[in-house]
Structure formats: structure tokens, C-alpha cells
């Protein structure tokens, strides 16, 4: 059974670069997309983009100004970069490994709070 | 993006009663390969979203029966066939038809 975990700072300032990293154990990231999706109050679960095994990646376009998405195969770890962070940037962050389009395993997630 | 648009938002239950959930979304999520590209996901209290339902009707691993989904094209229904106690939680639709993936607004179901 896979399991992932997300893990980095959750506290970050604005101006500044959150970053977070997803340890995924029990499986292989061979084979598969990647994901991040963000969970807030006011705007509900949206998805951040996804990485596949061979690196490419696609994001939402709400976000790919700031985005980055990367991969450590070696690590069995993604990571995600969110540059200039504000307060609309606090939220649950959640990795989850994609199976034909669906996500069908998640991290516990992770809050992530912008603030000075 | 596809807007994904689910009601009720809130849905009182009762426990042995049947319960449905509707989500319609601004486009057709049917591929040319004959899937509908919908998923439904149950996010208890306190935890991430799980995976019950993908490609439009089909139980993800471990999911009871009393779980199904049909629909198709912009119109999609969850239907649980007797509610049980440990059912409560937001129910989310999801297209993947196209990225950016997006979500419905939620349902929460409680008894």
C-alpha cells in the first residue's frame, strides 16, 4: 500500500517561497503522475499541478507564474515551489499520486500559514 | 476551466435511507473513448479526500457496493443506496477530463 507524506515549513512569510516536499513509500514512482492539490475555506480543494515520472509536468494556470514542481526518483520525493507567497496562499497543501486521471492516494496534508 | 457545479451543499441523511448528490459541469466530460471523466471523493473530518468513484461509475478499490455513479456528458449523480453512520463527510465531484483538474464546491452529508 503506497503512503505519502508531506513535509517542509508551516509557517512562511509573504514575499517569500513556500516549499514542500512528498515522501512516497511503498510504491514505486514509476509509472505514475504526481500531484499537489490546495485546500482553503474559501475557495475548496484546487488543483496545483502534477509531475510525471519522466519530469514533465502541467499546472494550473492560476498558479504557473509561481509554480514549480519537481521530482527525485532516486529520493522516492516531489517537491512544490510557490514563489511570492500571500495570506490567499494559506491553506492545506496535499500530495497525491495519480492513477488514470484520478487520485487515488493522498498525504495526511499539510498547513501551510502565510504570515509575517 | 470546466466549472463543476454540485447540489445540494448540504444533505441531512438518515441512516438505512437512500441519498443522492448531483454535480453538472460546464462541459462535456464524455471522451471520445466512451469514459466520462468524473471522479467522486469523500473527505472525512480531518482527513484528505479519498477516492470512491472514477471514469464516471466505477468503485475505487475497497469501496462497498452501496456506493455507485452514473451520468454522463455534463450531468452526474452519486447515489448511496443505504446511508450508513460512518458515511458523513464532503462529497466532491472532479473532472479530469482537462487540466487545470477542478473540483465541485463540496456536499456535506451528516446525519
Known amino acids: 500500500q503506497v503512503q505519502l507524506q508531506e513535509s517542509g515549513p508551516g509557517l512562511v512569510k509573504p514575499s517569500e517561497t513556500l516549499s514542500l516536499t512528498c515522501t512516497v513509500s511503498g510504491g514505486t514512482i514509476t509509472g505514475y503522475h504526481w500531484s499537489w492539490i490546495r485546500q482553503t475555506p474559501a475557495k475548496g480543494l484546487e488543483w496545483i499541478g502534477y509531475i510525471y515520472y519522466t519530469g514533465s509536468t502541467d499546472y494550473n494556470p492560476s498558479l504557473k507564474s509561481r509554480v514549480t514542481i519537481s521530482l527525485d526518483a532516486s529520493k522516492s520525493q516531489f517537491s512544490l515551489r510557490l514563489s511570492s507567497v500571500t495570506a490567499a496562499d494559506t491553506a492545506v497543501y496535499y500530495c497525491?499520486?495519480?492513477?488514470?486521471?484520478?487520485?487515488?492516494?493522498w498525504g495526511p496534508g499539510t498547513l501551510v500559514t502565510v504570515s509575517s | 476551466e470546466i466549472v463543476m457545479i454540485q447540489s445540494p451543499l448540504s444533505l441531512p441523511v438518515t441512516p438505512g435511507e437512500p441519498a443522492s448528490i448531483s454535480c453538472r459541469s460546464s462541459?462535456?466530460?464524455?471522451?471520445?473513448?466512451?469514459?466520462?471523466?468524473v471522479d467522486w471523493y469523500l473527505q472525512k473530518p480531518g482527513q484528505p479526500p479519498h477516492l470512491l468513484i472514477y471514469?464516471?461509475?466505477n468503485r475505487a478499490s475497497g469501496v462497498p457496493d452501496r456506493f455507485s455513479a452514473s451520468g454522463s456528458g455534463t450531468d452526474f449523480t452519486l447515489q448511496i443506496s443505504r446511508v450508513e453512520a460512518e458515511d458523513v463527510g464532503v462529497y466532491y465531484c472532479m473532472q479530469a477530463l482537462q487540466t487545470p483538474r477542478t473540483f465541485g464546491q463540496g456536499t456535506k452529508v451528516e446525519i
Open positions: 471514469l464516471g461509475s
Open positions: 497525491a499520486r495519480d492513477v488514470d486521471y484520478s487520485s487515488d492516494s
Open positions: 462541459q462535456s466530460l464524455l471522451h471520445r473513448n466512451k469514459y466520462n471523466y
